[in-house]
């Protein structure tokens, strides 16, 4: 199993560009969530799925969409980047409790500068 | 959402035990508790939970008060290689919102 892969590694944007952040898991975990990390802070969550079809926000959802067509993958849309969404982001996934252990298994995460 | 604290910082001597306290005062019946850790330049990685029980595993054990209103992470024989951000957080059995908090940044001197 690859577990949570992310695309791509490193991103740098201008101000008010948008695009895509990938991540995608082969474990068949139900669960799937985005979370943001700033330099020397905890990691806040943006959107998270409990399932295809369903998502909801976070704590810090603003600027963000997402959508959950199939298991296997959760992309996180940047609409108009700003610097403030200068962060790592990371991708996490994980199987419903009483599926599993319950834990979350993350990506390596994506660095993300905005100009 | 119940809410989990954790002192700022910690540190330890290598090859000693580490104990990580949480304290979880407002959890309610179907929280789990979680730790995680997350190295220097990595993603988090999962460590261990519980709900009511102690807990041991490869990595460490989880001791949980009888109240469930605090626990206790503990690194039996610390190496350099635990040098982390701990994480203890709740999580129910339906697995809604996963909140991170600020962690423990635990040091571990040579």
């Known amino acids: 199993n690859a577990g949570v892969t992310q695309t791509p590694k490193f991103q740098v944007l201008k101000t008010g560009q948008s695009m895509t952040l990938q991540c995608a898991q082969d474990?068949?975990?139900?669960?799937m969530s985005w979370y943001r990390q700033d330099p020397g802070m905890g990691l806040r969550l943006i959107h998270y799925?409990?399932?295809?079809?369903?998502?909801d926000q976070g704590e810090v959802p603003n600027g963000y969409n997402v959508s959950r067509s199939t298991t296997e993958d959760f992309p996180l849309r940047l609409l108009s980047a700003a610097p403030s969404q200068t962060s790592v982001y990371f991708c996490?996934?994980?199987?419903?409790?009483?599926?599993?252990?319950?834990?979350?298994?993350f990506g390596p995460g994506t660095r993300l500068t905005v100009t | 959402d119940a809410k989990t604290t954790q002192p700022n910082s910690m540190e330890s001597n290598e090859e000693e035990p580490v104990h990580l306290p949480c304290n979880h005062s407002t959890i309610s019946g179907t929280d789990y508790i979680h730790w995680y850790r997350q190295l220097p330049s990595q993603g988090p990685e999962y460590v261990i939970h519980?709900?009511?029980s102690n807990v041991n595993n490869r990595m460490a054990s989880l001791a949980i008060a009888e109240d469930r209103k605090s626990s206790t992470l503990i690194l039996h024989r610390a190496t350099l290689r635990d040098a982390a951000v701990y994480y203890c957080i709740l999580s129910k059995t339906s697995y809604d919102k996963v909140i991170f908090g600020p962690g423990t940044s635990l040091s571990v001197i040579p």
């Open positions: 996490a996934s994980s199987p419903r409790l009483g599926t599993g252990t319950g834990e979350q298994y």
């Open positions: 799925s409990v399932g295809a079809g369903i998502t």
């Open positions: 474990m068949n975990h139900e669960y």
């Open positions: 519980g709900l009511t």
